[in-house]
């Protein structure tokens, strides 16, 4: 099955309790509707869909992230090529996440799902508390201190931006560019 992104967000209540971890899902995958405007626009959905489950057994399985998720989307009967768009995002980072991503939206996923992280935690220290006004700068500042945001993987956003292609400055400003455009929808 092809959940909509309503039943795919009912899908992820079921698994995911703790708030972060929904609206962090809710982020990327408002952020990959925006690249898929651009790169795929007759499967906004589906990237939509790909986003909003790609962390559906972290909270649960956080040892076995992108290995428990196979078996918990295919007991909810979800379609394949959901299955490895979300189990890609993993791939080189977690044990025994083996699938490479292949297709462009696997590869900003990729890119994006931990970029996303890093922006976020930006943006809060901010006085605004949002992304609407952030900077390229800021965030550039910010990836080159370790300490901040350390479980942001450094290595993996710039392995992300290198698998597209783009330099990693082209990669952070068009994540901040998707975020900033979810800041009417969500409180970002």
């Keep these: 099955m092809r959940p909509s992104y309503e039943q795919a967000f009912e899908i992820l209540k079921k ?8 609206r962090h899902a809710e ?13 795929d626009p007759e499967n906004e959905e ?11 057994d ?21 379609d394949e090529d959901i299955i490895h768009g979300v ?23 990729f890119a994006t799902d931990e970029l996303t992280g890093l922006i ?8 605004s ?16 201190t370790p300490k901040f945001a350390a479980g942001c993987s450094r290595d993996t956003i710039r392995q ?6 783009w330099e990693l400055d082209e990669l952070m400003q068009r994540t901040i560019d998707a975020m900033k455009s979810l800041t009417d929808k969500m409180d970002i």
């Design 160 to 165: 992300g931006a290198e698998n597209l292609g």
């Design 87 to 109: 189990i890609s995002h993993a791939y080189g980072i977690c044990e025994g996440a083996n699938t490479a991503p292949e297709h462009i939206m696997e590869k900003i996923l």
């Design 15 to 22: 698994y995911n309790k703790e708030d972060f971890h929904i």
């Design 58 to 78: 972290f909270e649960l399985y956080p040892e076995e992230h992108c290995v428990k998720a196979v078996d918990i989307l295919k007991e909810n009967d979800i």
């Design 129 to 144: 508390k949002s992304v609407s006004d952030l900077e390229l700068k800021s965030v550039k500042k910010k990836f080159k």
């Design 46 to 56: 589906f990237w939509a869909v790909v986003g909003l489950l790609h962390d559906i």
């Design 120 to 127: 976020g935690a930006v943006a809060i220290m901010r006085p």
């Design 27 to 39: 982020v990327v995958s408002g952020v990959m509707r925006y690249f898929a405007k651009e790169y």
